[in-house]
């Protein structure tokens, strides 16, 4: 299910968390009911942790992760790096890269299978990619535009992209990223997708100036309308039960 | 001055005025407009003279809907760090097409909002929620009895003679673009007073005072470091030049301590201040 929110009047909540399918992280300093609001979906089945990253509270946008690692910039300090490397789980790889493009989430979109990356990211950084997420990495722009990890936001079951891109850049990105991809806006006609919001493989957080409409294809293309227990059961159904007598 | 419908209005405006916009090297009397290398924000559509000096034409256009993000992020701020219904104050000032000025750059592909300035009567809004929580929060923060008691006034009993003065902008707008604009805002009023459809409408912008919320700068008392000339006698460092005159035209006002912006220099803390002006 999507759920929106806001933090300290910005409905920008990509910039302020980063979630995936093992864990989450959320900037310090906002209100607690922007915690909270994390706890209250994912707080019994992984840790919500809070963090900033190089001093900052913009970690949604300076880091990029999937359940199998998590890639910081080379601004994080020692302090928050060993916060991190002690409240995640272990099978998460903390890992602080050098590279020159230090805004790792505008410049890798990522799921646990496959990586979106900046056109200009240096080789090293395209294998630390590779090992520390466990993805293949594709060298990537979204309509024109080199910041990736700005303009799409993708799960492992679907993705929405930048409305302005094409019907071919949109059926050749689906067929990289194996997953149905979808053109589209958030928070009200935001094109910075990332920015406004965060997504994993059974629910999102949005902005809350995300009309109806938006929230409606979010929950659509990435299949979270699916994520309740009842619709499992009801494709089951069909293949559990032969005849009605 | 001619007054024709609401859009046209603003056409007439600007090619009669000889005072002001759109400030380009054609105008008489007016200097050639120089901006200096802060060009950051406006992108791609300015030409770089030798010295670095680059020339911009600013217009002036009424409220539409499809401002909503940059008004948004020029009042981010508005009421310090309270969450409130920010999009909903936006979107009342975006409906408000008879009063109200949204300056943008000529030419700019990106359309993005450089000033936002209009007016609102507190009484005809009264029961939006961003109305309502504007007050409450105004209430709260008002530290001073005696002002309190006026406060409570304007937002109660009188609040359909009060209009709310939004006026914001980006940090470098040239300040020669100051005087039309508020010309222009209270030029609106008057008109709106004249040719609005319902005889409603029109007194609710017959406004008998005006409330102002803005952002300053007030000296600590710990710091002595001076800078000559820039603070105005009684340590307040006004953003917004204007708002010295308006401060000093005003019946009463208050400040309070802003939690947003954490400004560690000599003037450590940021206060808003709420004037009241007939």
Redesign the interface.
């Known amino acids: 299910m999507a759920t929106r929110l806001m933090f300290e009047n910005s409905c920008e909540v990509g910039v302020f968390s980063k979630l995936t399918n093992a864990y989450c992280l959320v900037a310090i300093g906002g209100s607690e009911s922007f915690y909270s609001t994390f706890e209250a979906e994912l707080a019994d089945v992984f840790p919500v942790v809070k963090t900033s990253i190089g001093g900052t509270r913009i970690i949604g946008r300076l880091c990029a992760g999937n359940k199998n690692g998590l890639l910081l910039p080379h601004t994080t300090t020692d302090q928050e790096l060993q916060h991190l490397r002690n409240s995640l789980p272990d099978q998460v790889v903390v890992q602080r890269i050098e590279e020159r493009l230090s805004a790792l989430g505008n410049c890798i979109a990522c799921n646990d299978h496959v990586a979106l990356t900046h056109t200009d990211l240096d080789r090293e950084t395209e294998e630390m990619i590779a090992d520390v997420l466990g993805v293949e990495v594709f060298r990537q722009t979204i309509a024109g535009n080199i910041l990736v990890g700005s303009y799409c936001s993708f799960s492992n079951r679907g993705g929405l992209v930048h409305p302005h891109t094409s019907i071919e850049d949109l059926d050749e990105l689906s067929t990289l990223l194996q997953v149905p991809l979808v053109a589209g806006t958030v928070n009200r006609g935001s094109e910075v997708i990332a920015a406004g919001l965060t997504v994993n493989d059974w629910t999102a957080f949005c902005g809350s100036d995300t009309t109806a409409t938006e929230l409606s294809v979010i929950e659509s293309v990435f299949k979270l309308r699916e994520a309740q227990p009842s619709a499992l059961v009801d494709e089951m159904r069909k293949s559990l039960i032969d005849s009605y007598v | 001055m001619p007054r024709g419908p609401t859009r046209d209005k603003r056409r007439t405006y600007k090619s009669k005025d000889q005072k002001g916009f759109p400030l380009s090297s054609k105008d008489k009397g007016i200097p050639k407009h120089t901006l200096e290398g802060k060009s950051d924000l406006s992108g791609s559509s300015e030409e770089e003279g030798s010295e670095g000096v680059v020339q911009a034409d600013f217009v002036f256009f009424d409220p539409k809907p499809d401002d ?2 940059g008004v948004k992020i020029l009042l ?1 701020t508005y009421l310090d ?4 219904d ?2 909903g104050f936006v979107d009342l000032i975006l409906a408000q097409t008879t009063v109200g000025t949204v300056v943008k750059m000529e030419g700019d592909d990106d359309d993005t909002p450089f000033s936002i300035v209009t007016a609102l009567n507190l009484g005809r809004y009264k029961d939006h929620k961003c109305i309502k929580e504007l007050k409450e929060f105004l209430l709260k923060v008002c530290q001073e009895k005696d002002v309190i008691r006026d406060l409570r006034l304007l937002m109660g009993e009188q609040a359909h003679d009060v209009g709310l003065l939004v006026s914001q902008r980006v940090v470098n707008l040239p300040p020669q673009l100051l005087p039309p604009l508020h010309d222009a805002l209270f030029d609106e009023v008057s008109w709106a007073t004249e040719d609005e459809p319902t005889a409603e409408l029109r007194n609710s912008f017959r406004f008998k005072c005006y409330l102002l919320v803005s952002k300053i700068y007030k000296k600590n008392n710990r710091n002595l470091i001076r800078r000559s000339g820039s603070d105005g006698g009684d340590g307040i460092v006004y953003i917004k030049p204007e708002d010295e005159n308006f401060h000093k035209l005003s019946l009463w006002s208050f400040s309070f301590p802003m939690h ?1 912006q954490q400004v560690e220099t000599q003037e450590a803390s940021n206060i808003v201040v709420c004037f009241f002006w007939f």
């Open positions: 909503f993000h981010q760090d309270t969450q409130w920010l999009s947003a």
